[in-house]
T-cell receptor, first 115, second 115 residues
Framework: SQQGEEDPQALSIQEGENATMNCSYK?????LQWYRQNSGRGLVHLIL?????REKHSGRLRVTLDTSKKSSSLLITASRAADTASYFC???????????????FGKGTLLTVNP | NAGVMQNPRHLVRRRGQEARLRCSPM?????VYWYRQLPEEGLKFMVY????????ESGMPKERFSAEFPKEGPSILRIQQVVRGDSAAYFC?????????????FGSGTQLSVL
């Protein structure tokens, strides 16, 4: 499997439900980030969690990080049709000196929120 | 307050031709990063540039690919003598300082198709 691999590949839910996406990675990281990509558009940064953090919240988003299992999860609560997009996790390597730029992305989870 | 602008959005080339992809960073950003997304793959880092300098090109193929970010004008990713395997989405990102856990802002990408 690749560094930054999301699971599931696709997820379809009803509006109002919660959506949970998982990400696994292989090497030690400095931080892990989640991005959203609407069809045909660029990636939008959602949230960053550092390797010494376990949980982070931003609005309806909740991210957890378990460095012992090398995994992260993204929870979107009370989903809306506008949340329909692909979601990617990206990791910055431990030896990056904190610089984000050399990110490794997974293939993404396609989330469909049905109205 | 325009975001990262990439053009063209779609580029079709025949094998052996040259492809030039342009990226204008966000206003006030002097750090540019190019990523490539092959079909069915996650984004992969290619190169990091500041004005007139290549900082890290460890993700660039050794041949046919080059990048520049001149003092004036957009950053250019050039692919000479394109082959079918170069078909991919090429994303540019920018940041203000390139330091620490600074967020990257991505453009909408250029979809390169090689016939």
């Amino acid at each position: 499997s690749q560094q930054g691999e999301e699971d599931p590949q696709a997820l379809s839910i009803q509006e109002g439900e919660n959506a949970t996406m998982n990400c696994s990675y292989k090497t030690s990281i400095n931080n892990l980030q989640w991005y959203r990509q609407n069809s045909g558009r660029g990636l939008v940064h959602l949230i960053l969690i550092r390797s010494n953090e376990r949980e982070k919240h931003s609005g309806r988003l909740r991210v957890t990080l378990d460095t012992s299992k090398k995994s992260s999860s993204l929870l979107i609560t009370a989903s809306r049709a506008a949340d329909t997009a692909s979601y990617f996790c990206a990791t910055a390597p431990e030896n990056s000196g904190g610089s984000n730029y050399k990110l490794t992305f997974g293939k993404g989870t396609l989330l469909t929120v049905n109205p | 307050n325009a975001g990262v602008m990439q053009n063209p959005r779609h580029l079709v080339r025949r094998r052996g031709q040259e492809a030039r992809l342009r990226c204008s960073p966000m206003k006030g950003h002097s750090h540019v990063y190019w990523y490539r997304q092959l079909p069915e793959e996650g984004l992969k880092f290619m190169v990091y540039l500041q004005k007139e300098n290549i900082i890290d090109e460890s993700g660039m193929p050794k041949e046919r690919f080059s990048a520049e970010f001149p003092k004036e004008g957009p950053s250019i990713l050039r692919i000479q003598q394109v082959v079918r395997g170069d078909s991919a989405a090429y994303f540019c990102a920018s940041s203000r300082s390139g330091q620490g856990n600074e967020k990257l802002f991505f453009g909408s990408g250029t979809q390169l198709s090689v016939l």
